[in-house]
DNA sequence: CTTCCTGCAAAAGTTTTGCATTAAC
DNA sequence: GTTAATGCAAAACTTTTGCAGGAAG
């Protein structure tokens, strides 16, 4: 799915966790490994399916530490639900494709110079606004080969 | 904040409601203006906030109807709260710049070469995925001039 | 051993729903 | 008059938190 080992990752997550003063526990590995081999967002019910050694309660509090560490991302999507997926900066760039039925969310990516002059266009348009951009987010809105 | 007269606002929405089954009731009325006149994406106690007649289980209540009915668009940010503004077609096709440390939204809108080349990049990664895209949300996530 | 982490159960916070009353047509 | 909409209170559901026991270094 990406360039990534799992050695790289795990060493990556290793060191925002302990930068950020938290041990690399057995129950962030298996969070960091379901999502890994998901290479799609989750919802927390979602990994507690995929891993049934998992605890609701220790997932949501966990990705909130890994979140704050910055090895996760919360996505956003239409549904009820939050997910969360390993961050970009281990992973890599990338979009979300939601269907709006199901809620069930894919990845893709963008052809580097629709990004770059995405990224232009949007410095043009924060400065208007007296906003600092930090990054964005795109998704397209549509309907998946399941729900048609 | 966009072309279209009060008037030709309530009528649309008048449609949309009678079409799916409803009436364009005084809660609905005034959901629909507090709505237009903050021209950005409001969360249910904002709207109950700008409108003391308005009760909170009322306003979800007719927010989702008036969702169904395709005149307000639910928003989804970073935050706790779904907020709702009223549908693109009603208005106007425009994106958000998301405060992340306060969660407040503002508009902001593209050079339509970008939306086109934005669209059109869409349109293949969605082909790939077997998806079908209806549109997209992009949306700029950073800090606003009251958070710095 | 000392500190952090986990699981369970209970709480908190947002959103939905049942029902009697009121408004719309 | 008949049907749909409203407000209140209670329920449902997702997410957070307190605490006693267990794992990690």
Redesign the interface.
């Not at 893709?108 to 052809?111: A, C, D, G, H, T």
């Given at each position: 799915m990406t360039g990534e080992t799992d050695n790289s990752i795990n060493e990556k997550v290793n060191s925002l966790l302990f930068e950020s003063g938290h041990r690399y526990s057995t129950v962030r590995r298996r969070l960091v490994s379901v999502l890994r081999s998901a290479g799609k967002p989750l919802t927390n019910s979602q990994i507690v399916d995929a891993d049934d050694s998992l605890v609701q309660s220790s997932v949501y509090r966990n990705l909130n530490i890994l979140e704050e560490a910055g090895a996760v991302t919360?996505v956003?999507?239409?549904g009820e639900f939050t997910r969360y997926e390993l961050a970009e900066h281990i992973t890599e760039h990338h979009?979300h494709?939601i269907?709006?039925s199901c809620g069930d969310v894919?990845d893709?990516?963008?052809?580097s110079t629709?990004e770059k002059?995405?990224h232009n266009?949007?410095q043009k348009?924060?400065h208007?606004?007296?906003?600092?951009?930090?990054?964005?987010?795109?998704?397209?809105?549509?309907?998946?080969?399941s729900c048609?």
């Open positions: 919360r956003v999507t239409n979009h494709i269907c709006t894919t893709f990516s963008l052809p629709v002059s995405l266009s949007l348009a924060a208007k606004s007296s906003f600092s951009v930090q990054n964005h987010r795109l998704d397209a809105l549509g309907t998946c080969s048609v």
